[in-house]
């Protein structure tokens, strides 16, 4: 079984700040990696993941992501932040194993509110 | 790139009622989608897994009788909220796998149901 824990349930920052949003996961497989960013009322949309190779990841929007398998997290990080930024976050895994039992589903964190202040 | 449709995006409906939300992947083929709902402030909680072709998997605590899912089709996914009651508004959303790309999940916009 899997499970993903986002530490911080809101995090304020100021514009133009960098920011980082953890984000640590369990699992007994191998696993990938996924980071969601969703304005309200709306759906999730892909801002970037882990599959394999680099541990670092860009993604969409300036963001970028550190995989540490040792520590088991998958922080999410821009140096700089903009007021659209605001929207909630969310982290989430699936399983990598290719066989046919494997649906795909994910297996999300609680999710971090990003409130850019002016 | 990857587009997933949902329609209605908004409905309200009255108690007692069924309501029928569907899911469309656009561009592609998607063999497997996933029904969540999501509460106020929360995470999303998956509802279940469509096949296309089969039964749906339900997750534990999710009445198989009350969502009804069908999977007519490698495009369309319906969710059908039967007989429904204040306790079921929420934020519904879909997402679909292509079946070329196994790891990656394309989510649509999501539907606000308001049940009076």
């Known amino acids: 079984a899997q499970s993903v824990t986002q530490l911080d349930s809101q995090v304020p920052v100021f514009e133009e700040a960098p920011v980082e949003l953890r984000c640590n996961y369990s699992s007994s497989v191998s696993v990938y990696l996924f980071w969601y960013v969703q304005y309200p009322n709306q759906g999730l949309q892909l801002l970037l993941k882990y599959l394999s190779g680099s541990t670092l990841v860009k993604g969409i929007n300036g963001f970028e992501a550190e995989f540490n398998k040792s520590q088991t997290s998958f922080h999410l990080r821009k140096p700089s932040v903009h007021i659209s930024d605001t929207a909630e976050y969310f982290c989430?895994?699936?399983?990598?194993?290719?066989?046919?039992?494997?649906?795909?589903?994910?297996?999300f964190g609680q999710g971090t509110t990003l409130q850019v202040k002016p | 790139g990857a587009v997933v449709s949902q329609h209605p995006s908004w409905v309200i409906c009255k108690s007692g009622t069924s309501v029928k939300i569907e899911c469309r992947s656009l561009d592609f083929q998607a063999t497997t989608m996933f029904w969540y709902r999501q509460f106020p402030k929360q995470s999303l909680m998956l509802m279940a897994t469509?096949?296309?072709?089969?039964?749906?998997?339900?997750e534990q605590g999710v009445e198989k009788d009350k969502f009804l899912i069908n999977h007519a089709s490698l495009t369309l996914s319906t969710l059908t909220v039967t007989s429904a009651h204040p306790e079921d508004s929420s934020f519904y959303i879909c997402s679909a796998r292509d079946r070329r790309v196994s790891y990656e999940q394309y989510f649509g916009p999501g539907t606000r149901l308001t049940v009076t």
């Open positions: 989430a895994v699936s399983d990598r194993n290719s066989g046919s039992g494997n649906t795909g589903k994910l297996i």
């Open positions: 469509s096949n296309e072709g089969s039964k749906a998997t339900y």
